[in-house]
Each structure stands twice: as structure tokens, then as C-alpha cells.
């Protein structure tokens, strides 16, 4: 079932003197299902902050509509079953952790009993046991992403829209945060989430979106994303003439590197391999290694993203 839906979802803007038009995002379509964790990629400005602003109802579309959680944007939503972090958290310094996290408990409705018991168990979820007392104005960019994090859990929502959960964390801080990720999609909880990360999108999404400049330009899982290109094939090589050495050199590779007295070649496609591999063995050269190589999500994305003008 779905529990995010986007249809046709259009943002322009009017910008400088004379009001020029400019579109943030060109008729969106994508359907999240519930229970899923769906990366929503692309580089700055190509439209993520601008959906889930949109989403939230910050800012207003053009045209299109979405429905979280059955309800159409301009309907009243249920609130306290929709958790947002934005990318850039902002919080009252002067506040401690528990202070602050305290503050959005009894604002949701908590009583002061139950907001302690949810604060503490919050704090030991993000690993801010800690610094509670400490003030926000103390905490690292880090510290401050984890508590944004936290706050967005207060009413144990069903769907979390986080943007760039991952920002200022170090390696055992994104760690832990992937593994809270995996932990809430357990509990069937749905999360929309943006990152620059590819490599951690790699690690948890079911499916994810590409979008660049407002256009969204490849949806689905990462697996099928990668699968639908025509991978690059490594060989490798010892005993080699420098005759047939150089005669390999002039096939159609795409690199060539010796590392530890092998020598390394990436051929472009199969044939071309098996090509390299039947030189080799006339040569009699050994083959030490052919295998495929599909490449990763960041691979993939610099291509795709990188050569679109």
C-alpha cells in the first residue's frame, strides 16, 4: 500500500527584476510503500527540499497534488504520524538536549511523565545520554543532526521525512544512525529520506529516485539501476611476452595498471575480455582473475547526473 503518493507535482519560482519563471520541479510522479526506505537523490538544486517543503505544505505547488498517509495535500493530516528533520536544523541554543526534546514532548500533547520517559529513551537511541544537560549552543554539527533526529521521533510517527540525516556525522555516528534506520523500517515505519551519501543509500534503500534539475531522470532499486547498464570487465594477467604485452595494450581496453606484478586490464565489454583473455593464453600467459564489474550507485550517478546539461 502506498502511503506517499506524488502526482505531477510542478514548483516554479519567479526570479530577478523582471520575473522570469523558473521551474524547481517539472511534474513529479513516484508512490512510496508503506514500510519501505526510499532514498530521494540528486545534486544541489535539483529539486529534494523543494518536494518535501511541498509535502509538508511550507511551501505551496504550482500545479500537481501528493497524499501522505490517504490524506491530499490541503487536507488536515494527522501530524503526529509525519516526522521531519530538515537538512539544516536550527534549534534554541540556550536549551539543553533534554530541555529542548522535552519542550517537543509536552507540545505534542505528553504529559510531563510520559515526556521524561520518551526524552530518555530518545537520548539513548541517537547516543546523546550524555550531553543532555549540555546546551544545544555546545553541540557539534553532528550532535545537533542526532537531537534533530530524536525530535522528529517524539510522537512515534509513521512516516519520516528526514533530509540529509546523515550530515556532520562521522563514520560510528552514520553508522549508528543506519542501523536506527534499519531498526524503525522493523517497526513497518516508512522513511523519505534525502543524502549525499551514496554509499549509505547504497546500504539501506529499497528503491530510490534520481532527480536533476526538477526532472526525475531514474526510479527504482538500486540492484535494477545498476543491472540495466552494460558493466566494464576486469582481466588479469601474468607471464606475459612484451610482444603479446603490447598487443593487448592496442585492443579496445578502457585501462591498463600493474599492481603487484599483475597486469590489470578493463575492457569494456565481454568479447573484448575474452578477446585479451584467448591472447593471453596463446601466449601462454596465465589468467589470474576475469570478472565483471557493474560499478556503484556513485558511479552511476556521476555518470548520469554529470553528463545531463
Known amino acids: ?174 553508522r549508528e544512525i543506519r542501523d536506527l534506520i534499519h531498526q524503525l523500517k522493523e517497526e513497518r515505519k516508512t522513511i523519505f529520506f534525502c543524502s549525499h551519501i551514496l554509499a549509505d543509500i547504497e546500504m539501506l534503500c529499497d528503491r530510490i529516485a534520481i532527480l536533476n534539475k526538477g526532472e526525475l531522470i531514474k526510479l527504482g532499486t538500486v540492484r535494477e539501476i545498476l543491472s540495466s547498464q552494460s558493466p566494464d570487465y576486469i582481466i588479469s594477467l601474468e607471464g606475459l611476452s612484451e610482444a603479446a604485452l603490447e598487443e593487448i595494450k592496442g585492443m579496445n581496453i578502457k585501462k591498463y595498471e600493474v599492481i603487484g606484478g599483475f597486469h590489470h586490464f578493463t575492457a569494456p565489454s565481454q568479447e573484448d575480455a575474452q578477446r585479451i583473455a584467448q591472447r593471453a593464453m596463446a601466449d601462454q600467459g596465465r589468467i589470474i582473475e576475469l570478472r565483471p564489474e557493474r560499478g556503484t550507485l556513485e558511479d552511476y550517478f556521476i555518470r548520469e547526473v554529470g553528463t545531463r546539461e
Open 1 to 174: 500500500m502506498a502511503i506517499l503518493r506524488i502526482q505531477n507535482l510542478t514548483k516554479e519560482y519567479s526570479t530577478g527584476f523582471l520575473g522570469k519563471r523558473f521551474r524547481a520541479l517539472n511534474n513529479l510522479n513516484l508512490e512510496v510503500e508503506e514500510g519501505e526506505i526510499f532514498g530521494f537523490l540528486g545534486p544541489n538544486g535539483a529539486g529534494k527540499t523543494t518536494t518535501i517543503k511541498m509535502l509538508l505544505r511550507i511551501i505551496f505547488p504550482t500545479s500537481g497534488t501528493a497524499w501522505l498517509l490517504d490524506k491530499e495535500l490541503g487536507e488536515a493530516p494527522d501530524i503526529h504520524k509525519i516526522g521531519y528533520m530538515p537538512e539544516n536544523p536550527y534549534f534554541y541554543r540556550f536549551l539543553t538536549g533534554q530541555e529542548f526534546l522535552m519542550f517537543y514532548a509536552r507540545l505534542s500533547g505528553m504529559s510531563s511523565g510520559e515526556a521524561r520517559k520518551k526524552v530518555d529513551e530518545l537520548l539513548e537511541i541517537v547516543g546523546l545520554t550524555y550531553a543532555r544537560k549540555t546546551r544545544l549552543s555546545d553541540y557539534s554539527k553532528g550532535m545537533v543532526t542526532r537531537v534533530g533526529l530524536a525530535q522528529s521521533l517524539i510522537t512515534n510517527p509513521s512516516l519520516l521525512l528526514l533530509d540529509e540525516p546523515m550530515s556532520g556525522l562521522d563514520p560510528i555516528g552514520r
